[in-house]
Every structure is written in structure tokens, then in C-alpha cells.
């Protein structure tokens, strides 16, 4: 019983990370409306990053990340996209903090947490990093100074598979 108990949490556990992205109508931070399992980065792997005005780890890792960005995409091409879940009444906060701390990344809105709630998004930060075929191949949450390493690390992984 131990046994079958292990196996159907292993697969249970891959069948979890190796996902789609699933398809919902977000706004990006201009206004256009955007199909979230479009997302993609011409076959190169993308990251998206859930985070909150208010949540101040969220906002270290993006800035740590902001410092490296440009060195990842001429290393491996990656691309960013930032999800805020703020709610309604405070999704005018998003884009002034975008500009103040100068996010290169491609900002969508989430204010009711569909997509959020779609993947199982309990705590932000929530990072997770899509392959070039739109499979979730790694997530993670929380932030510590220097996991940026940790994500940088995985996409060259996935650069050197291809």
C-alpha cells in the first residue's frame, strides 16, 4: 500500500509541473487584452512572475532580476512576464511601480486571480518557468536574495537540452 501510495504521488508530482499554460483573458498593463496560452517566447523557455504591488518580496525579486535581465536574454534569450494580482481597486499602483523601479518585462493584470487560481497559486512570490513547447517545467515560491540564480540556472539547463 506504501508502495502504490509513493508511485501515485510521483506521478501525481510530474503531472503537476508539467502542465499548460491554461487559456484566460488577461489585460497586460497597457490595456490590450491578452490570452494567456498564447504566451510564448518564439521556442525559448519564458518565465512568469505572480506578484503584488503591496508584497515586498515580490518587488526584491523583481528588482534583482531587473539587475540580470538584460544579460540572461543575449545569454539564453529568456523572456519575463510579470503577472500582478492586485485587485481592482488598486491596479492603477502597478504601472507607476513598474516605471518608478524600470521593469523591462511585459507586465499582464490578474485582478480577480484567474489565472492565479487556475494554477494553483496559493503565495507570491510564485515564479514558474515555461519551456519553448508551453510546458510548466519548474515553479517556485517565496523569495530569498539570490534565488534569481536558482532560475537562471534552469534555463540554461533547458538551453543546453535543446
Known amino acids: 500500500m506504501k508502495k502504490l501510495l509513493l508511485v501515485f504521488i510521483c506521478v501525481w508530482g510530474a503531472q503537476q509541473v508539467s502542465a499548460q499554460i491554461p487559456k484566460i483573458l488577461l489585460k497586460d498593463i497597457n490595456g ?3 490570452q494567456t496560452d498564447t504566451l510564448s ?10 506578484f503584488a504591488t503591496w508584497c515586498k518580496p515580490c518587488n526584491r525579486e523583481l528588482d534583482a532580476i531587473s539587475e540580470v535581465y538584460e544579460d540572461w536574454q543575449k545569454e539564453t534569450g529568456v523572456k519575463i512576464y510579470a503577472v500582478s494580482i492586485d485587485q481592482a481597486q488598486n491596479i492603477n499602483k502597478v504601472k507607476p511601480l513598474v516605471d518608478n523601479h524600470g521593469w523591462e518585462y511585459e507586465v499582464l493584470l490578474d485582478p480577480n486571480g484567474d489565472l492565479k487560481r487556475a494554477l494553483g497559486v496559493q503565495m507570491i512570490p510564485y515564479v514558474l518557468i515555461v519551456d519553448g513547447k508551453g510546458e510548466i517545467v519548474y515553479k517556485h515560491n517565496g523569495y530569498t536574495d539570490g534565488d534569481e540564480e536558482e532560475l537562471i540556472e534552469k534555463v540554461r539547463e533547458m538551453k543546453n537540452e535543446e
Open 32 to 34: 490590450k487584452t491578452v
Open 41 to 50: 517566447n518564439g521556442g525559448k523557455p519564458f518565465i512568469i512572475d505572480f
